[in-house]
Structures are given as C-alpha cells and as structure tokens.
C-alpha cells in the first residue's frame, strides 16, 4: 500500500483502500501478524559531557557527568493500527520516547 506519512488520530499514515476481507472460508495473501506496512522510523540524538577535576594526588579526582537522551526531544511514534475493520485502522495515534536528562558526580582516591 502507498504510505501517506501523516500521523494523528482521524488521520490515515497508509492507503487503506487497497485491503479487502477475503471471502468466507478462504485464506487472505498475507502472513500470519504481518499486515506489509510498517511504522516509521526511529531517530535519536544521545549526548554526554565529562569533566574531571583533579587536586592533590593525581590519583584522586571528581568528575561530573551529564548525560541526555534524545537531546532533541524527537518523538519515536508507534506502529500504525493493523487491525482491519478497527475504526482506527491505519492511523498512528501515539508515540513515546521521551528526553531525559540526569547528573552525576563521582569521586575516585
């Protein structure tokens, strides 16, 4: 099916006309859990920055960390509705994935 790339609910991500129930007591063309469309795809940006202090011994430090995940808050949206005759049938209404931020601060002797 054409893949129209739109997501929210009420809004169809795929061509959902070219689906069909097959006749009574007949097997459809496609396999078993597998519709043939698959969601979109899925963007990430991690990033870190250390610095590390040393004093006295150079054996002995503090380093603080700061780390975060998917820095540009990129939503990962889930996979489309497959599920024929659903009125949500072919509609992405969700996603996830959201940015995380944390600190750390450690000390080595």
Do not use: H
């Amino acid at each position: 099916p054409e893949i129209f790339g739109e997501f929210g609910p009420n809004v169809k991500y795929f061509d959902t006309s070219v689906f069909s129930q097959p006749a009574a007591a007949t097997f459809g063309n496609t396999t078993r859990n597998e519709s043939g469309v698959r969601g979109p795809g899925f963007t990430a940006l991690d990033f870190s920055l250390v610095k590390r202090f040393t004093f006295g011994r150079s054996s002995q430090f503090f380093e603080f960390r700061a780390d975060a995940f998917n820095l540009t808050n990129t939503p990962a949206w889930n996979n489309p509705n497959t599920t024929f005759g659903n009125a949500a049938f072919g509609t992405i209404t969700g996603a996830t994935n959201q940015r995380v931020i944390r600190f750390a601060l450690k000390y080595a002797f």
